[in-house]
């Protein structure tokens, strides 16, 4: 059925309408993925290997580097947005235009028409990106089959812009909880007051510093936040815990290990009595200083951005490849009814991948 | 029909029982008000008012003095523990043994029993003390006829283990509220942190030492306390308002609009962007410099201790009554279903008050 396949052929804007068009919302992926293996079988320069309803093919000439070109497959839910519709201003419409059928599209093209790239080339799609952490499939690809993920540098074609944004902090949630104990507030003297105990934390929270380390040329910007805070018991009553949830996002050059180090620290002296960590999510490096980072800078153009929110390039981070997010949608437009993209960005994305890859 | 009269010749123990096995409920007191009533218009020497299911009896025999003597009827709900029930350790078991029918009990012998008290006398019986504020008959009373309170001092028979509980601290609630501007905690620097800015608010409690101050003898002991604390919008959000709740629990030789000018000076310079009052009721003298009560305290003996809690006599001290809590009953038994009260102590009670109003 015609509907079931992908021709490879299309341009790039033509492709992305589309895949647009193949319905693909989280965890109904797998239409999609069959007919991505499907077309990709098809190319002889190509392995292909398939988890689930993640398809990573590569390219095998022994080239002296090897980098991965990674999209996620799935959108949010459709808004009546569906299909695609390209209007008279060259913008084409639809959920997963820009977040990021745009951005699969030009990984397809350039595995159909670059059969010979100057480095290998690993092209990762994957599943479930817009839902909860451990649905990732470019997790479980790293889980089940890191090998299949080595490389020297990794391109997310996650929507930029079309600039390129470098690596990306990490983040750190921790509660840090106080305790005292239950007085009627009309005897506070025999309690003691464990929001009261947090005045400490918040108060070297005020007056914390955050570092702006430069990476790779890039400046980032840690911050550590309080982000939630919650204590008492009832309004006569001195409350005997309180609880402050505290946001580190932190620059690439610590490890999860540093980081969360570095929090215990600075709250050493705080009359903390226990710092629980809820969530973790390391940061990665943008690797620009690589030779492939560099040639892909030549290529692309602009000027490198750091990224200070979190990513999946984080995953490629944390098996020690450095990688950047470089794509042809809005990241704005994510998400939205109105989501969009200029099909003009389509194809000088993938001309610059192009460029990159062959020269 | 003979279970709606009361016989005001029982003894204090006995009239006990029988108070306590006329149900009266929170909001079913007419019933009880109207037997209380009945019973009081028997007695020549006294004139009797009511306003709602509120009972109000004076003397007018042209004393020097005037004390009130008061006390609410009604109860918290009744948990399988009426009829009441008599042990042979003297210890009568009930709803509403020792909060607080057996004071009603002391009130309404003394009030057949001594004709020509030395001062002159006002009862008063109330309804609605276990309930939402707004509901109590006391505070009804105050506000429709503020002249059938007026007295030089009064005593709340509430349970006080048969020692004398002098004047009530004050409480007044306040929301501190701290405003800053929302980002992603990613650019945290974007924004500004309501929660860090509640950190001078908390230092200051922290910091904060509460008055002792002494007050017709008795030592009182303020307390400031943070009750609550709640910020924040979401994990990865700056988070733009936090607001703390904040409890003062001030001696009475403060006025409400002191104790309300005392937190805005206390937290003047703390970056609060409002203060907001959510309650308030003030404190309540206790009186013991005033001849009435040397005499009270003469005759009752023992030593007086601070109330620090708040309690009704704070409405005396509204309208310009020093008031002390001097009952029976236990305070720690009220509201419990094992609820009860030594006979002994309704006895004592009963005499010490005769003799104070004849000597």
């Not at 009261?196 to 990476?215: F, N």
């Not at 979190?310 to 997010?325: I, Y």
Request: glycine share 10%; with cysteine.
């Amino acid at each position: 059925m015609a509907e079931s396949t992908l021709d490879l052929t299309l341009d790039g804007p033509a492709l992305t309408a589309r895949l647009v068009d193949f319905p693909s919302v989280s965890g109904e992926e797998k239409d999609l993925a069959d007919a991505i293996e499907t077309a990709l079988r098809t190319l002889p320069h190509l392995t292909v290997d398939r988890h689930g309803n993640n398809v990573v093919a590569r390219t095998n000439l022994g080239r002296g580097e090897r980098v991965v070109l990674a999209g996620h497959i799935d959108t949010v839910p459709i808004a009546d947005n569906v299909p695609s519709r390209l209007d008279a201003d060259g913008l084409l419409w639809g959920c997963g235009t820009s977040d990021m059928k745009s951005g699969v599209a030009v990984q397809l093209r350039i595995a159909a028409t670059v059969p010979e790239p100057n480095r290998d080339l690993t092209f990762v799609f994957y599943d479930n990106e817009e839902v909860a952490a451990h649905l990732n499939g470019l997790g479980h690809i790293a889980d089940a089959h890191p090998d299949w993920l080595a490389a020297d540098f990794a391109v997310l074609l996650e929507g930029s812009n079309g600039e390129v944004e470098g690596g990306c902090q990490g983040t750190l949630r921790v509660h840090l909880r106080t305790e005292g104990e239950r007085a009627h507030s009309a005897r506070s003297w025999m309690g003691s007051n464990a929001i009261h105990g947090a005045a400490p934390i918040l108060a070297r929270l005020a007056a914390y510093e955050p570092r702006k380390p430069v990476i790779d040329g890039l400046e980032f910007h840690e911050g550590l936040n309080a982000v939630r805070i919650e204590g008492g018991v009832a309004n006569n009553v001195i409350p005997d815990a309180c609880t402050v949830v505290v946001n580190y996002r932190y620059a690439p050059d610590l490890g999860p290990d540093e980081a969360l180090a570095h929090v215990h620290e600075v709250f050493a002296d705080c009359g903390v009595a226990e710092i629980t960590v809820d969530d973790h999510s390391g940061a990665a490096m943008p690797g620009l200083s690589h030779p492939a980072a560099k040639a892909f800078m030549d290529a692309v153009g602009g000027t490198a951005r750091p990224k200070f929110g979190w990513t999946d390039v984080s995953r490629f981070g944390s098996l020690g490849v450095p990688a950047v997010n470089y794509g042809p949608g809005d990241p704005i437009l994510a998400h939205k009814r109105n989501e969009h993209v200029a099909v003009e960005r389509i194809t000088h994305c993938e001309e610059r991948l192009r460029s990159w890859l062959t020269n």
